[in-house]
């Protein structure tokens, strides 16, 4: 079956870095997106990883391995306004897209 | 930028009443999507569209129907609400391409009383 793992929550500080991870197993690999949820409204579109390797979005990163099935998102000098819900999605070989359970992220002063 | 909307960001209807929730997009995508989210279940696809007058089953179709008899505009009906249909419904559209984002509606939750 397909299934994308992430934590279920994590806790930093403000100003600090976090590193989200993701793993997947799927009927094959068209890339993999992360999103950003706050709670009450809709996901907004953060990063694309199709490539292994880094990508770099301002204080937003995000790593893609395929051979290992992993991607994280790295979040930098972290701002309250950054606590959220983190969603990994991974696009199959139907271009359907598989969703994670999302990762609450919060962040503390 | 890509505006997907809504009709309704709060819901609330009885057992068994035929329920309709609208999404409508304004920059002309194939494709269309509607899920649901539940705490610690994550966004699970109900139904899609890739054209108009078409449609197909996503992983948990039951309960539900769809219509999208214009482009901009994908419909979910629920035939017979039930309290197990109690939930967060986002509505998605998407430019066809390798690499396209899918943007959101801002939600509607519906309880079913």
């Known amino acids: 079956g397909q299934n994308i793992d992430q934590p279920t929550e994590m806790t930093a500080t403000e100003g600090a870095i976090v590193q989200i991870n993701c793993t997947y197993q799927?009927?094959?690999?068209?890339?993999l997106f992360w999103y950003q949820q706050h709670a009450g409204e809709a996901p907004t579109f953060l990063s694309y990883?199709?490539l292994d390797g880094l990508e770099e979005k301002g204080r937003f990163s995000s790593f893609l391995s395929r051979s290992k099935g992993y991607s994280y998102l790295l979040l930098k000098e972290l701002q309250m306004k950054d606590s959220a819900s983190y969603l990994c999605?991974?696009?199959?070989?139907?271009?359907?897209?598989?969703w994670g359970a999302g990762t609450k992220l919060i962040i503390k002063p | 930028d890509v505006k997907v909307t809504q009709s309704s960001r709060y819901l609330v209807k009885r057992t068994g009443e035929k329920v309709f929730l609208e999404c409508v997009q304004d920059?002309?995508?194939?494709?269309m999507f509607w899920y649901r989210q539940d705490p610690g279940l994550g966004l699970r696809l109900i139904y899609f569209?890739?054209?108009?007058?078409?449609?197909e089953k996503g992983d948990i179709p039951e309960g539900y129907s769809v219509s999208r008899e214009k482009k901009e505009r994908f419909s979910l009906i629920l035939e017979s609400a039930s309290t197990n249909q109690t939930s967060m419904y986002l509505c998605?559209?998407?430019?066809?391409?390798?690499?396209?984002?899918?943007?959101f509606g801002d939600g509607t939750r519906l309880s079913i009383l």
């Open positions: 998605a559209s998407i430019q066809a391409g390798l690499g396209q984002p899918q943007h």
């Open positions: 920059m002309d995508h194939e494709n």
């Open positions: 569209s890739y054209d108009v007058k078409m449609k």
């Open positions: 799927t009927s094959g690999f068209n890339g």
């Open positions: 990883n199709v």
């Open positions: 999605a991974v696009m199959d070989s139907n271009y359907q897209l598989i």
